[in-house]
């Protein structure tokens, strides 16, 4: 099945999980899909897949803490203007819960609370964690 988003334009957000390499998956299929994508990361996603591989993929700067700027539209509060959708993949438990708080203190969770159209999560983490009352 192929999914056609020409037209279309996507922040994904990537986050320390050891599946963020897939995230790269994800943003190649978007491309190919017609879509423009920009990623914004967390620091503790820096630490599985660089930057450099996903502006490779999108052909867009990728927002992280070390390179946000006020003097372009590289920051947390311009770049989902841009953006139909915030796709958050992979998404911890650590993520879940401070958004599930409003705890903005990184670049990725900043940025979610500026971006004012839907948000799609997709978790991952242990089910028990998962599951845990701390993170529902």
């Known amino acids: 099945m192929q999914i056609d988003l020409a037209g279309k334009s996507i922040l994904l957000g990537v986050t320390g999980s050891i599946s963020a390499y897939k995230a790269c998956d994800l943003a190649r299929l978007f491309v190919k899909a017609g879509a423009q994508v920009h990623v914004v990361m ?4 820096e630490r599985f897949v660089s930057a450099l591989t996903f502006e490779a993929l999108t052909r867009n700067p990728v927002l992280t803490e070390s ?9 947390h509060i311009d770049i989902g203007k841009k953006c139909d959708v915030f796709v958050i993949a992979p998404a911890t438990a650590n993520t879940l819960n401070k958004l599930s708080k409003g705890i903005a203190d990184n670049i990725l969770t900043q940025t979610v609370l500026a971006f004012t159209k839907k948000i ?8 028990h964690m998962l599951a845990n009352p701390f993170t529902t």
């Not at 006020?70 to 920051?75: F, I, Q, T, V």
């Open 42 to 45: 967390t620091p503790s996603a």
């Open 67 to 75: 390179n946000e700027s006020w003097s372009c539209e590289l920051n």
């Open 120 to 127: 799609l999560l997709s978790p991952a983490a242990n089910t």
